[in-house]
């Protein structure tokens, strides 16, 4: 049943991995790249040379504020250099000409501007304009901006001002945004000198509340799924389908050659290299400098976890029984899970939940090794491990462009570090449940199919 269950799954995984380029659009086929905002850079300089104005931008700031209504207020605030800056002091109709022929003349991602007004303000030239319908109501009085969103395939929205602001109406809190922007609890900024947010992705959304709880950021994440509907579930799939599949696999090959394990060394054995696996996370860590964020404290976690286990299954492996490898396993993840989402606020506390599943699917290993060697049930801890990848990108969809291909392989690499981990994780597991005298985990006979 096991082997036949394997060679599905497989077949499963490679219908998926040759359907993966349906999912992904060619670099051809996208359109050509559009300026967020038209007037901060190279555009604004071409269009005043074919006025006869010719201007050098020094620096720009563009500044988005979406109102309760979803109308967004656009202000562009553009230094130019002196001499130009003086002319347009002199000619304000001049400025406008300009400023209008680079909106008609150049791709310009706004296509919708209303009430556009330039003015100087010393060397500093200011252009705002309105936006409608950028937003719209979603549960709980949470605004969410839909505005930079497109399913569909579009080119690259590349940011042409220094910085690019987002906040939402005065005294709102940010509760969701991409992962590349920086974000100070009121408003996500792009920098185009930041190479991670120097464009805007196909797939982004913003939203905003009237306070940070979590109560708030639930509602916006059930906001963002009502919005997004069916594309979400899309999105998921072409990220996850692939991982969670070479999970399965991986999963069902280490049950398979449970049976060679049917030897008399015992947990003492296994025990220190478990340990010695943890110290060597532990120095990972360290090499990357992880010593800051949610992220981080799970990662840390998961490494003292694999310490402390394994040196408890070598000094006293009688203490560890079935459910308190499951509670060491999943007990500190959950509580540090929690934990950090309250204390680390930011625009996707839900990372520390992306982390546990990730981690928690390493050390479930244990008592699924065990559960196997003592006949008890291993579907429940099966499942819970292969829907690890799900787990962790669930958080981060709608993933846009590439950054599904990026991902989905991304979770493949961990797929298959958590697989050697694992099944060195299961063995010490095996031999914990090989010791004679203990009670059968609860749960039912052995599900042979996992």
Excluded: K
Aim: hydrophobic share 50%.
């Amino acid at each position: 049943m096991r082997s036949r269950t394997l060679a599905l799954v497989t077949l499963a995984l490679l219908v998926a991995l040759a359907g993966l380029p349906v999912g992904i659009a060619p670099a051809e086929a996208r359109p050509p790249p559009e300026a967020v905002c038209g007037v901060c850079g190279e555009a604004f300089e071409e269009a005043g040379d074919a006025a006869g104005v010719p201007l050098t931008v020094e620096s720009s700031t563009l500044r988005v504020r979406v109102g309760d209504d979803g109308v967004g207020t656009w202000t562009a605030r553009v230094e130019l250099d002196d001499d130009s800056a003086a002319t347009f002091r002199e000619n304000p109709e001049q400025l406008d000409r300009v400023v209008r022929g680079t909106f008609d003349d150049y791709r310009v991602f706004t296509d919708d501007r209303r009430r556009l007004e330039t003015r100087m303000d010393g060397d500093t030239a200011v252009v705002t304009f309105e936006v409608p319908e950028m937003a719209s109501r979603g549960y709980g009085d949470v605004l969410v901006v839909d505005y930079f969103h497109d399913d569909g395939v579009r080119g690259t929205v590349y940011v042409d001002a220094d910085r690019f602001t987002v906040t939402g109406p005065e005294g709102s809190s940010l509760l969701t945004a991409p992962a590349e922007t920086r974000t100070n609890g009121t408003a996500a900024v792009w920098s185009a000198a930041d190479e991670g947010a120097s464009s805007i992705g196909s797939q982004t959304y913003l939203t905003f509340g009237p306070d940070a709880g979590l109560a708030t950021t639930a509602a916006a994440y059930a906001s963002l799924a009502a919005d997004s509907g069916p594309g979400v579930l899309t999105n998921l799939a072409w990220v996850a389908v692939v991982p969670t599949l070479v999970l399965i696999v991986g999963v069902l090959l280490v049950r398979q050659f449970d049976r060679r394990f049917d030897d008399e060394r015992g947990a003492r054995r296994f025990g220190p290299p478990v340990a010695a696996l943890g110290v060597m996370w532990g120095l990972c860590l360290l090499v990357v400098q992880a010593f800051s964020g949610s992220a981080a404290a799970v990662a840390w976690l998961l490494a003292l976890q694999l310490v402390a286990l394994g040196v408890v299954s070598a000094a006293r492996p009688e203490a560890l029984g079935f459910r308190r490898l499951v509670a060491a396993a999943v007990g500190p993840q959950v509580a540090l899970a929690v934990a950090t989402a309250i204390s680390m606020p930011g625009a996707n506390p839900w990372v520390s939940f992306s982390a546990f599943a990730l981690a928690t699917a390493i050390v479930l290993f244990l008592p699924l090794g065990y559960a196997a060697r003592r006949g008890g049930s291993t579907r429940l801890l099966s499942l819970a491990i292969v829907a690890a990848p799900t787990a962790f990108a669930l958080p981060m969809v709608p993933v846009g462009g590439y950054g599904v291909l990026f991902v989905g392989v991304l979770l493949v690499v961990w797929v298959l570090v958590t697989l050697a981990t694992g099944s060195l994780v299961y063995r010490l597991g095996w031999a914990l449940g090989g010791r004679t005298g203990d009670r059968r985990p609860s749960g039912g006979t052995t599900d042979a199919a996992t």
